[in-house]
């Protein structure tokens, strides 16, 4: 059973960061400049207040004082430390602790935040746990969330705020709801550019240092994630990608900033830690989401989930138009599946909750290097995060998709039942540079009667833009 993901917006927002001298000696610390945002700040408060609502539903909280009343009281002493001009009225930032092993933190418009019990399990300071929070926090002060939807074109995110709420919780939700598969808790957030991390970065840095931390204990912590690794890599890198020289920007930054005497370990971070040890062991997210079972669905949405009894594709085509972005036939008995930034054609029987195992999905994704095979071979990894056994591709054949230069592979999965796919990925680039790409599956057995349609049906693709 294969997962859906939504897809990465694109943007292009330049990093405002402009250098100024403050005195003769001393440069001052850099100057980041919100980018432009079609939205209100009551509405960033909005569609996070909707989105956290689901999110607290769905995930196991950690229901304990101590460990919470340490959480909060470190994203106080950050929030309390957000420049004035970045402050908005409206914003009220909350924390909660999810109850998983995997280190990972998430946060939506507006200012709730979710910090995993694995983050502050495997942080080695204080101002480690402190660095990724004030990155999260700057972007939520910096409106990232709502300026990421504010470029994004129709086709990649929709129009209205519920489809953003939507777009926030992700094409991963259906994961998160899902209580048969494999999900990652940060794939139901956005991704953010590479120029947005950066803003993230240094305007975090700034935070840190007027709460009285080293802003080079949020390098520290990168360093840590990454050591974190895992199948796929760590789900905060995928969410939040190096924009390059992380750590060398930072360090500089921090440089600038001079903090005497920073609070690294304390008291009171040992003893959470300690405290933590004392509890039974965190699940991961993918034995968190198990033990939730299937929920119904808080808003009473019946929702479907695949059956395996499947038709076979039929021999005849429909056309659909998808977002005056491209037109795509496929077979009559093949009902089109549009989610927040990707359409999925499947069966009857064969998707639901998030997942689909016959069928194509299509969609869009940031393409930053401008390099087919590099987008593509990002495309796999982050699919990986969703599909943890999910293989890497040998090679790719080269192939013309709607008269451009495009890239086709085929890779398995093992569903988390045990049943084995396989998923062909074709992969083109749009005008812009972002990347188009299609997903075929089909369990292993069948898949030499689908491979034939998953190239009659790409190699029916009409991209306009
Ligand atoms: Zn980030």
């Not at 990652?184 to 709460?211: N, T, V």
């Not at 020289?245 to 959470?272: C, G, M, S």
Request: hydrophobic share 35%; net charge neutral.
């Amino acid at each position: 059973m294969f997962m859906r993901r939504g897809i990465s917006r694109s943007t292009t927002v330049g990093a405002a960061a402009a250098l100024a001298l403050s005195c003769a000696l001393l440069s001052a610390q850099t100057v980041i400049t919100p980018p432009d945002n079609k939205y209100t700040p009551a509405q960033d408060v909005e569609l996070g207040r909707q989105a956290a609502q689901e999110i607290r539903q769905q995930l196991p909280l950690l229901d304990d004082e101590e460990v919470k009343s340490y959480v909060e009281g470190l994203g106080r002493r950050l929030a309390a430390a957000i420049p004035r001009e970045l402050q908005h009225s409206e914003f009220r930032y909350t924390f909660d602790v999810v109850n998983v092993r995997e280190i990972n933190a998430s946060a939506l418009p507006g200012g709730p935040m979710f910090v995993n019990r694995g983050m502050i399990e495997k942080a080695h300071t204080e101002g480690e746990i402190a660095g990724v929070m004030a990155h999260e926090i700057s972007h939520v002060a910096l409106r990232h969330g709502t300026a990421q939807a504010s470029k994004a074109t129709k086709y990649e995110v929709g129009s209205v705020l519920g489809q953003i709420a939507g777009a926030i919780i992700g094409g991963g939700w259906g994961q998160v709801v899902s209580g048969a598969s494999q999900f990652g808790f940060g794939a139901a957030f956005l991704r953010f550019s590479r120029e947005f991390e950066k803003q993230a970065d240094i305007e975090g840095s700034h935070i840190m240092a007027d709460a009285g931390y080293d802003p080079r204990d949020m390098a520290n912590v990168f360093r840590t994630i990454e050591q974190e690794g895992g199948s796929g890599g760590p789900q905060w890198m995928s969410d939040h990608p190096n924009p390059g020289n992380r750590v060398e920007y930072i360090t500089k930054e921090a440089e600038k900033l001079q903090v005497r005497n920073p609070i690294r370990d304390t008291h009171a971070f040992e003893q959470v830690q300690a405290h933590l040890k004392r509890l039974p062991p965190a699940p991961s997210t993918e034995e968190a989401a198990k033990q939730r079972g299937r929920p119904t669905g808080t808003s009473g949405r019946d929702v479907p989930r695949p059956t395996g009894r499947v038709e076979p594709p039929s021999s005849r085509y429909r056309t659909y138009n998808e977002g005056n972005i491209f037109q795509v036939a496929v077979p009559t008995n093949w009902r089109e599946l549009p989610s927040n930034n990707t359409v999925t054609f499947a069966p009857d029987g064969a998707y639901g909750q998030g997942i689909f195992t016959h069928g194509m999905e299509f969609g869009l994704a940031r393409n930053e290097s401008h390099d087919l095979q590099d987008a593509t071979d990002e495309l796999l990894a982050s699919l990986a995060q969703g599909n943890p056994n999910l293989t890497r591709p040998s090679r790719y054949e080269r192939v013309n998709i709607a008269g451009r230069p495009g890239l086709r592979t085929a890779v398995s999965n093992t569903a988390s039942n045990g049943s084995r796919e396989t998923i062909q990925v074709y992969s083109t680039q749009l005008r812009n540079g972002n990347l188009l790409y299609a997903i075929g599956v089909a369990p292993e057995q069948e898949f030499p009667s689908y491979r034939n349609v998953f190239d009659r049906v790409v190699g029916s693709l009409r991209v306009s833009e």
